[in-house]
């Protein structure tokens, strides 16, 4: 395997459902992020994870619950979601050298629907 | 975050070049220019970037102004397989934040 994988590719969850999705990535990189694309909406950053330690998160709602318990892998806890949260999910990678990142590569998403 | 202005949307023939304008006026000295792509149903993917110089890879070329205020992406001969989303993005730290982009459609 190369590159970012998530899973699942697709996922339908009503909203008193609690699912994850998961992230892996093979680069040897030091940073992983998620990313919301709804509809018609450029991607909004959700959360940046550095050396496994959470830096950011972009005023998203405790119903998104990231972890990350290794350099290789992300997850996004999923709980009581609305119909709204219905978008693509990416995750992206990246490595980390004195405070700026390259080698950004991203992951085909989840595709989540909520009913 | 600097932002970055870019054309809603560019119609370009195939077999043709293609050159897709950015507009970032208030970019900062230690901003990275990048250029990523959305193909349909995919993630983004990596198309080049620079910080002053041109620079030229297997995909693309990237021409920034000297000023730095403006920089263009340039694909030689435009493919139906390159109708895509492209994003010019100013970074200078750990993240990328994400414009609307530029849809560019490719006629045969």
């Known amino acids: 395997e190369t590159g970012v994988t998530q899973t699942p590719r697709h996922l339908v969850m009503g909203m008193t459902n609690k699912k994850s999705l998961k992230c892996e990535q093979h680069l040897g990189h030091n940073a992983m992020y998620w990313y919301k694309q709804s509809a018609k909406k450029p991607l909004e950053l959700m959360f940046v994870?550095?050396?496994?330690?959470?830096?950011e998160n972009n005023s998203v709602p405790s119903r998104f619950s990231p972890e990350c318990p290794n350099s290789s892998h992300l997850f996004l806890h999923l709980h009581t979601l609305q119909p709204e949260d219905s978008a693509l999910y990416l995750c992206?990678?990246?490595?980390?050298?004195?405070?700026?990142?390259?080698?950004?590569?991203f992951g085909s998403g989840t595709r989540l629907t909520v009913v | 975050d600097a932002k970055t202005t870019q054309p809603n949307s560019m119609e370009s023939n195939e077999e043709e070049p293609v050159h897709l304008p950015c507009n970032h006026s208030t970019i900062s000295g230690t901003d990275y220019i990048h250029w990523y792509r959305q193909l349909p149903s995919q993630g983004p993917e990596y198309v080049i970037h620079g910080l002053t110089s041109n620079v030229n890879n297997r995909m693309a070329s990237l021409a920034i102004a000297e000023d730095r205020k403006s920089s263009t992406l340039i694909l030689h001969r435009a493919t139906l397989r390159d109708a895509a989303v492209y994003y010019c993005i100013l970074s200078g730290g750990n993240k990328l934040v994400f414009g609307a982009g530029t849809i560019l459609r490719v006629k045969s």
């Open positions: 994870y550095s050396l496994e330690e959470r830096v």
């Open positions: 992206a990678s990246s490595q980390l050298v004195g405070g700026l990142s390259y080698g950004y590569t």
